[in-house]
């Protein structure tokens, strides 16, 4: 049974951020890692991660991809990359993935945009609006000054008068 060694793997990963000069933020987006995972990778938390994880961390880092492996087992790494692999990590590069994710983002968001008014136009369809009629000749108008007390008690029109349709009442026999 070997020994992991975890303080090792988070040496390698802090060292090579800094070469690299990209955040634990640019790893997650890189490695597709989650935060708390890097985080605790980071920090030598010890934790059994699969090999999937480390080489995903591995790759993103431009390390070959059992680098991080080799490390956690004791084991001499595989050389790194060639500089041609390293130059896919520059600025450009992220800035194009980056972009990319966020329009897939997008499109994801349109996509729930789209279903949710799908369903709204649904229930709209099945449930049509009350009819709003017109008044009547049975009906009157009755006006309703808008006013305003002031201090000695009188009332001033504000000049916002409303009007409101009252329908006489019916008694059903």
Excluded at 18 to 30: D, G, H, S
Excluded at 152 to 157: K, L, R, W
Aim: hydrophobic letters at 35%; aromatic letters at 4%.
């Amino acid at each position: 049974m070997t020994t992991e060694d975890w303080g090792a793997v988070a040496r390698a990963i802090n060292h090579r951020m800094a070469i690299l000069k990209i955040t634990q933020e640019e790893l997650v987006y890189r490695s597709g890692v989650s935060k708390t995972v890097i985080r605790e990778l980071r920090h030598a938390f010890r934790r059994r991660r699969g090999t999937r994880t480390l080489e995903a961390i591995s790759t993103a880092l431009g390390f070959h991809p059992a680098h991080l492996n080799a490390i956690a087992h004791n084991r001499q790494p595989t050389v790194p990359h060639d500089l041609a692999t390293l130059a896919t990590l520059d600025p450009l590069t992220d800035n194009l993935r980056l972009l990319q994710h966020q329009l897939e983002l997008a499109a994801h968001h349109i996509g729930n945009l789209t279903d949710f008014l799908d369903n709204l136009v649904g229930h709209v369809d099945s449930h049509p609006p009350h009819q709003q009629t017109q008044p009547s000749q049975a009906d009157h108008i009755t006006h309703i000054p808008d006013e305003t007390t002031h201090l000695d008690g009188h009332p001033e029109s504000t000049g916002r008068d409303r009007y409101t349709t009252c329908r006489p009442r019916t008694v059903e026999a």
